[in-house]
């Protein structure tokens, strides 16, 4: 029985765990089986009541390695459990999230394709605006040269009239007549379409016979102070009248360009 007991350990030291135990219960039950068959030798076998005891002490070891092991699992279990559950819900909310982001991408995408086409349409647009705005100043340059050369006509048209007038008020002969004569031809030559429209057949006649020999509208031998001959009176008339249309147009032209 001390070599069966010697055996016994040497075998159970190669095994561990569940199998370990298994083997130690199954061992102390032969060599208690061996005890009562032969319990008047009990005393002269205390090697194997020494291995008894240190097998039972190896079974309350392993009993509770036992249940330390369950309760280490049990607890890797739980928490195993509650990662599974966080973990799965974590999967399940970045799943949604990513769903929504796609989604969100897909209708950025779109937008982002609608807005390209509005911008290139829209370059076009500004393009073509720019184009007729380059043109409309262009044109307002051009207007506006026109203005102020036909305002530099209009203001000495209005000073030689005014000076006709002035020396046909003033019956002056001499050189202011002849500086008066060639003022007013450049005058009709300059608005020679404005005065056909502005005068009647009769008055154009008459102011071209003036223009050609205004001497003849003064009297050939004045007394006291030079006067008019009969027919000055129309050409005053006439040169009065245009004096006043020629100032309210130059009025107006300014009003319309300020505009």
Known sequence: QPLAAVWIL???GHFTGP???CLTSSALAVLAASGTRDEAAVDKNRPVTKVINLLKDMQKQLEKEADEDEEVYNKVACWCSTNDKEKTKSIADAEQRIDRLVNK???????SSRLNTEIKNLEVEVEKNQKSL????ANRKKELAEFNEDEKDTLQSISALKSAVTVLSKHNGGAALLDMQAALRSTFHTHQEKI???????????VQSF???PEDYFDAEPTFKQSYAPQSGEIF?????????????LSQAQKDEMQ
């Open 211 to 213: 223009l050609q020999s």
């Open 196 to 206: 056909s429209g502005m005068l009647s057949a009769k008055e154009s006649k008459t």
């Open 19 to 21: 199998r370990m135990r």
């Open 105 to 111: 991408i897909e209708e950025e995408t779109a937008s």
């Open 134 to 137: 380059d043109q409309a100043t």
């Open 10 to 12: 040497n075998y159970l």
């Open 237 to 249: 008339g006439i040169l009065k009248n245009m004096l006043s249309t020629f100032e309210a147009d």
